[in-house]
């Protein structure tokens, strides 16, 4: 079955400094890659994504890099801010044929430290 | 905007109990998924269904059933509650998850005692 392994499972990083997740999946017919954010005690929400046909995404302060060969892709932060601490988790899925379903990774719990 | 409604935020139930977990979308997505979440172990999925009256098993499906009768209704069921189903519970819908991902209620937090 699909597996995605995510890591650091806790960050801290200085205000302004920058933050890196990466995860990790086995499916090669894997072909969407969402990150979700989770402030706590609230939803997950969607932050943003990537399919396997595009190698960098950007939004803001946010990007996404995916490397379909090594089978990795990470969830960038720049010059992180109080707002940014929260829960991050990776997901993978595969849109092909209906199958509509996404496998998260463990989660990252990120902490800015001001 | 997308709204998923959880029924209960918070849930206690004792051992043995059956238990109803109820969520509803309004957006008239097809799909429908029931995750729990717990510590260090992320987002695992317990059942899916991707039409009415259809279902799938998830990754963890043991313990649990599903009915998905009406569209925008998809409930969770825990036929013998056990205090090792203590967790998060997100109930989440898509339209077509490669096209904007999922949506997810508040959540349901179980407490099985």
């Known amino acids: 079955g699909e597996n995605v392994e995510q890591h650091p499972s806790t960050l801290s990083v200085q205000e302004g400094d920058s933050a890196v997740i990466k995860c990790t999946y086995s499916d090669s017919a894997s072909n969407y890659f969402p990150w979700y954010k989770q402030e706590l005690g609230k939803r997950p929400q969607l932050i943003i994504d990537?399919?396997?046909?595009?190698g960098e995404k950007k939004d803001q302060r946010i990007a996404v890099t995916l490397n379909k060969t090594a089978k990795h892709f990470s969830l960038h932060i720049t010059e992180t801010q109080p707002e940014d601490s929260a829960v991050y988790f990776c997901a993978e899925g595969d849109t092909n044929f209906g199958n509509e379903k996404l496998t998260f990774g463990t989660g990252t719990r990120l902490t800015i430290i001001p | 905007d997308v709204k998923v409604t959880q029924s209960s935020r918070y849930l206690v139930k004792r051992t043995g109990e059956k238990v109803f977990l109820e969520c509803v979308q309004d957006?008239?997505?097809?799909?429908m998924f029931w995750y729990r979440q717990d510590p260090g172990l992320g987002l695992r999925l317990i059942y899916f269904s991707y039409d009415v009256k259809m279902k799938e098993k998830g990754d963890i499906p043991e313990g649990y059933s599903v009915s998905r009768e009406k569209k925008e209704r998809f409930s969770l069921i825990l036929e013998s509650a056990s205090t090792n189903q203590t967790s998060m519970y997100l109930c989440a819908s898509s339209l077509q998850v490669g096209s904007a991902g999922y949506t997810f209620g508040s959540g349901t937090r179980l407490t099985v005692v």
């Open positions: 990537i399919r396997s046909n595009v």
């Open positions: 957006m008239d997505h097809e799909n």
